[in-house]
């Protein structure tokens, strides 16, 4: 069974600093691998999907990464600013299963 | 464009009262996803449409939770009766599917804002 788990589960930072945010699987053999944002009140926002085949995606100041053998994806966030401030998630798609969200991590910051 | 729109934002009803939640799903959309967000368990997915026919209900927690799907641009998830363990935020997202290969649509879900619901 699919497990995935988010590491902080909050942060907080200073305007104007680089961040990563961590996301691991338990089963390598994935199709996708998305992150989504939420703000609080409101749904989830996609913001990057890599395929197996990929190795990273890059929107504007986001970059993720993923590494299926090691079961682990990065989302890289360049000078942070306050209006980041969200929960961000990461959902893997396996094989004939629906979609395992991890339980997010809070990010705060702070200006 | 618009999202995907879930209707109503927020409902608070009593014990044993029925309640409907609604979606339209992302014009062009043929994928729809019901989803219960809760701080415990946080995501779960409770049911599944492609092309309108449900496809995996697996997640429905009990007999009590119904959905429907008449059309490509309506959904209805239905409670009956409601329980206070029901209390959570349910969302729904729609996809355009394009992999045969997946069991699942292979496109990224867009998301509703969400039916916060309270049962008393």
């Known amino acids: 069974k699919q497990e995935v788990t988010q590491i902080p589960a909050a942060l907080s930072v200073p305007e104007g600093e680089n961040l990563v945010l961590n996301c691991s699987f338990t089963?390598?053999?994935?199709?996708?691998l998305q992150w989504f944002r939420q703000d609080p009140g409101k749904g989830l926002t996609s913001l990057l999907l890599?395929?197996?085949?990929?190795r990273e995606q890059t929107s504007g100041r986001l970059n993720a990464s993923l590494d299926k053998s090691s079961g682990r994806s990065t989302l890289y966030i360049a000078a942070s600013q306050p209006g980041d401030s969200a929960t961000y998630l990461c959902?893997?798609?396996?094989?004939?299963?629906?979609?395992?969200f991890g339980k997010g991590t809070r990010l705060s910051v702070i200006a | 464009d618009a999202g995907v729109i879930q209707s109503p934002r927020h409902e608070v009803t009593e014990m044993g009262q029925e309640v409907t939640l609604r979606c339209k799903p992302i014009?062009?959309?043929?994928?729809l996803f019901w989803y219960r967000q809760t701080m415990m368990r946080g995501l779960e997915l409770l049911i599944y449409?492609?092309?309108?026919?449900?496809?995996?209900d697996s997640g429905m927690p009990e007999d009590r939770f119904s959905a429907k799907m008449p059309n490509a641009s309506f959904s209805t998830l239905k409670i009956q009766p409601s329980e206070p363990r029901d209390s959570a935020v349910y969302f729904c997202?729609?996809?355009?599917?394009?992999?045969?290969?997946?069991?699942?649509?292979?496109?990224?879900?867009?998301f509703g804002d969400g039916t916060r619901l309270s049962i008393l």
């Open positions: 014009s062009g959309h043929n994928s």
């Open positions: 997202a729609s996809s355009l599917r394009v992999s045969v290969a997946a069991h699942y649509s292979n496109q990224p879900q867009h």
């Open positions: 449409f492609n092309n309108n026919v449900p496809i995996d």
């Open positions: 890599i395929q197996s085949s990929q």
């Open positions: 959902a893997v798609l396996s094989g004939n299963t629906p979609l395992v």
């Open positions: 089963d390598s053999a994935i199709y996708n």
